[in-house]
């Protein structure tokens, strides 16, 4: 179980850009995503909870640790994919992956997890010659290749392409039950994680328990397509979100109208925040 509070905690960049202002939550999770658009804070509030950040005022602790008093505590327990810099560069990728196996002394489970995100299709690529997508896949494989720590996982799908995030989904569901993950995307959480943090421009907007909201649907439309649905409560483009009839719903999917529909949950506190 990991327990993450923080109290009435604020950060910023140089005394001007105010990263988090004021955020206050507790949750208690084995599972945790901490869901907000771009620049929201995210990264930010990850970094105060592995101890790289020192809060500028308030209070923060991750299972009773104050992190920037006991980093190294904190270091022992938690494995943050977003250590950027410290991967050997010139190594190849087959090196790094033996290299990992004899740290943790799970060479084994360490080469089958390696295979299973799809890493060893690189194998031979030295670190620095890698896609985007393939550096991200590496850190995502550091960060869960230590059995003794807790993934902590910050954006770990957004250079990925369908087919190595389908991968990591899958390893992570079926290897690992606690975690810490981040997403700009609120699906990838709800699939993800049962407890969420919602951040808005550096202020918490909403914690807890994911929640599935009934009457409320996210209605999956073709982008190009205009369809009459009532009570619309945000329009995320090719996905709408509204306070409407079940009934109504399925008889558009029956004439094609729509693509798709599903019980609204965090993308509604994600529409809630814009209006
Ligand atoms: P997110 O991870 O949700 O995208 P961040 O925590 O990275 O958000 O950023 C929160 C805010 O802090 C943004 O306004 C961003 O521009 C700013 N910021 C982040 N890192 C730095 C930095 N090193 N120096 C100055 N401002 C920063």
Redesign the pocket.
């Known amino acids: 179980m990991i327990t993450l509070e923080a109290e009435k905690l604020s950060f910023s960049?140089?005394g001007k850009?105010m990263?988090l202002k004021d955020v206050s939550f507790r949750v208690k999770e084995k599972r945790i995503g901490i869901v907000?658009q771009?620049?929201?804070?995210?990264?930010?509030l990850l970094s105060i909870f592995m101890g790289f950040l020192k809060p500028e005022s308030g209070k923060v602790t991750l299972n009773g640790v104050v992190p920037y008093r006991e980093r190294g505590e904190i270091l022992k327990a938690f494995a943050p994919s977003f250590e950027k810099g410290r991967l050997p560069y010139r190594m190849k990728v087959r090196d790094l992956v033996s290299l990992v196996g004899e740290i943790t002394g799970e060479s084994k489970e360490v080469v089958s997890l390696a295979q299973d995100l799809g890493v060893q299709s690189f194998y031979d690529k030295r670190v620095y010659e890698l896609s985007s997508g393939q550096e991200q896949l590496l850190w995502i494989f550091n960060a869960l290749s230590d059995p003794g720590r807790i993934p902590v996982l910050d954006e770990p799908f957004v250079h990925l392409d369908i087919h190595a995030y389908r991968r990591v989904v899958k390893v992570l569901k079926e290897r690992f039950d606690s975690y810490i993950l981040t997403s700009h995307v609120p699906e990838d959480v709800e699939l993800l994680t049962e407890s969420v943090i919602v951040?808005e421009k550096?202020e918490v907007r909403w914690y807890g328990k994911i929640p599935e909201l009934e009457g409320a649907y996210e209605v999956f439309v073709a982008s190009t397509e205009k369809v009459d649905i009532p009570n619309v409560v945000a329009d995320f483009g090719n996905v709408l979100v509204c306070d409407c009839d079940l009934g109504l719903l399925e008889s558009l999917m029956r004439r094609g109208a729509i693509r798709g529909y599903k019980k609204a949950g965090v993308r509604l506190l994600y529409a809630k925040i814009r209006d």
């Open positions: 960049y140089n850009t990263a907000g771009n620049g929201s804070g995210k990264t930010t951040l550096g």
